[in-house]
């Protein structure tokens, strides 16, 4: 990809970006409930893979730079006004500038950068607050093998497993007094679980992404949903193991070695009602080889859908080659020369968007014009030929390819709008174009 494209590629990746987090989120949140009563936690907590796959999906089909793969060009949206009131229906064109869709970027990158310094913040006061001691180890709690290699540190958030970047094994400082062996070997064996399934790392993906999306509004159910799920995968994960607690003395010391401490990077859940919630489902029994095969499945479908998706979401009319210069418009002739919101259409009060398609040849002038179909309300068939009648006396700057001319797509929407009451801004137009 040229480095003059990419601004215009990251401008038009970052809607489709949070579009996907927030479909796959919803999908994980309204799923992962149903699929942990067919097929189990760790079949649940799987799931937690779509937002991720879905974001990387978006993220190719916008921005990779090999073909297939292409990306949007950059292009204004075209609004077209018309006065509900008035028996004309003399258009008001504007445009929207670039500026402010990398307003509204910039916006997100500032906020969530400042949200990653804090996170930065708080590992970094938390890496200090941690104490060694000397001999610490787990081969001196009775832990052998290549998980006797886990270092430990003690901090009264513990226990819990931390990113490193080589995982932690956090223990409160008075682990030894505060638990018998009983809860000590659970513990451990608990804490190992995690970093059998790769916590630390997905918990570090987790943090990055709440600092992504500082914005969303879905994030603090996310990030609590997220950690119950891990950790109700990591107590299936040990309840199959060849030696499985006792289910009462393991529910009492979770109840014993709950904190409320935060702990960033980390794994745990500290609230009341998440840690009941993991409580009653140890009880729960386990799933047949048969129903996990069947959330795997699901598992693996939903996550080929995804990026199947996310890829054909970029519609192919509106895709660049990559490396190109992508077409844009000339806006010093079509800012004369807006669509005319048809007469029937102002008295019907039928508004929407209408996508256009644009083959720019290498003179600028369009070569071949159809309609998008976006999802959603279609707009009606007069809108869609008044845009067809205007885009074909416009004029573009054409694509150009290694600094030739070269035939290219752009999607240009054209909105519909009716306004009730006129503002200055639709006065001084009008008294323009009269």
């Known amino acids: 990809m040229s480095a003059d494209m990419l601004p215009h590629a990251l401008l ?20 992962r409930r149903p699929l942990r009563a067919l097929a189990g936690p760790r079949c649940a907590y799987a799931l937690w893979l779509l937002p991720p796959v879905a974001m990387l999906a978006s993220l190719a089909a916008n921005l990779w730079p090999l073909a297939p793969l292409r990306w949007p060009a950059l292009t204004r949206s075209v609004i077209v006004l018309a006065h509900a009131g008035s028996g004309t229906t003399a258009p008001v064109a504007s445009l929207l500038p670039d500026w402010i869709g990398t307003l509204l970027v910039g916006l997100w990158l500032f906020g969530s950068a400042c ?39 003690r901090h009264p958030a513990g226990p819990a497993l931390l990113w ?23 513990i451990l064996h608990h804490e190992l679980c995690h970093r059998a399934q790769g916590d630390a790392w997905w918990n570090l993906l987790a943090a990055l992404l709440g600092a992504l999306f500082w914005w969303h509004p879905l994030r603090p159910w996310a990030q609590r949903t997220f950690a119950l799920d891990q950790e109700v995968a990591c107590d299936a994960r040990l309840f199959a193991s060849r030696q499985p607690p006792a289910l009462r003395s393991y529910a009492g010391t979770l109840l014993q070695a709950a904190s409320t401490l935060p702990l960033p990077l980390g794994s745990g859940v500290s609230h009341p009602r ?13 799933r047949s080889a048969r129903r996990r095969a069947a959330g795997t499945t699901l598992i693996l479908i939903l996550l080929g859908g995804a990026v199947l998706a996310a890829h054909s979401a970029v519609p192919i009319a509106t895709r660049t080659v990559a490396g190109m210069n992508p077409p844009t418009q000339d806006i010093s002739v079509n800012d004369k020369l807006p669509p005319r919101y048809p007469i ?8 929407g ?24 309300p279609q707009p009606a068939q007069n809108l869609v030929n008044a845009s067809l009648q205007a885009a074909a006396k416009w004029h573009f700057k054409p694509a150009t390819r290694d600094g030739k001319p070269v035939a290219a ?7 519909f709008l009716i306004y009730a009451e006129q503002t200055p801004a639709t006065q001084h137009t009008r008294k323009r174009s009269a």
């Not at 038009?12 to 989120?25: D, G, I, K, Q, V």
């Not at 797509?409 to 909105?415: G, N, R, S």
């Open 353 to 376: 968007t209408v996508y256009l398609a644009v083959l720019v040849g290498t003179q600028g002038m369009p070569l071949s014009i159809k309609q998008v179909h976006k999802p959603g």
């Open 274 to 286: 998440q840690l009941k919630e993991r409580i009653a489902m140890l009880a729960q029994t386990r």
């Open 409 to 415: 797509w752009i999607e240009v929407p054209i909105q």
């Open 115 to 153: 949200a990653l310094l804090v996170l930065l913040g708080r590992y970094a006061a938390l890496r200090l607050a941690l104490r060694v001691l000397p001999g610490d180890t787990l081969a001196r709690h009775g832990v052998e093998g290549r998980h006797a290699r886990l270092d430990i540190r």
């Open 344 to 351: 029937d259409a102002v008295k019907k009060h039928e508004q």
């Open 12 to 31: 038009l990746a970052t809607p489709a970006l949070a579009a996907w987090f927030t479909t796959s989120l919803l999908a994980v949140l309204a799923l």
């Open 164 to 186: 490193a970047p080589r995982p932690l094994l956090l223990l409160p400082p008075d682990f030894e007094r505060r638990f018998d062996a009983t809860q000590r070997w659970q």
